[in-house]
């Protein structure tokens, strides 16, 4: 299993298992989207030249980080594009539920540079969990690869 500070592969036997790590909510979710990319490529290998910028809005921190993810996932499928740098500027709690906004950045997919490792087919709730501790936040869940 592959294990960095910044998330880990967990055991699963058909999916990507994935524990993402960090000191706030906000980077604990940019290593959540690394870690997602990291199962399509390698991640290394993405260069973070273009910029966009994504909003989310969910009923909670679950739907958040479904949410978030899936439109990574998204942009991945319709614009080809894959990313490497994850600037997660704020979450914040609406009378709705939760709205995060990030930058991020990356290119356009090239199999000839970027290895393709497995297709992400979807974001699941399934075994989904948030550890919220003193200056560690992990976000536990599966990609349906």
């Known amino acids: ?5 910044k998330f880990e592969f967990l055991e699963h036997t058909a999916d990507a298992y994935i524990a993402a790590y960090g000191a706030t909510m906000e980077a604990a979710m940019g290593n959540a989207a690394l870690a997602m990319f990291e199962v399509m490529t390698d991640a290394h290998k993405i260069s973070p030249t273009e910029k966009d910028t994504v909003e989310v809005e969910a009923e909670d921190e679950y739907a958040l980080l479904y949410c978030w993810l899936e439109a990574l996932l998204v942009k991945f499928e319709l614009q080809g594009m894959v990313f ?20 991020v950045y990356g290119e356009k997919f090239d199999p000839q540079k ?22 560690k936040v992990t976000l536990m869940f599966i990609l349906d690869i």
Do not use: N
Not at 1 to 5: A, D, V, W, Y
Not at 84 to 102: C, D, H, N, P, Y
């Open 114 to 135: 970027h290895p393709q490792k497995v297709g992400v087919k979807a974001v699941t709730y399934h075994q989904m969990e948030f550890i919220k501790e003193i200056e």
């Open 84 to 103: 490497s740098k994850f600037e997660v500027q704020s979450i914040e709690e609406t009378t709705e539920g939760f709205k995060l906004r990030a930058d």
């Open 1 to 5: 299993m592959e294990k960095t500070e």
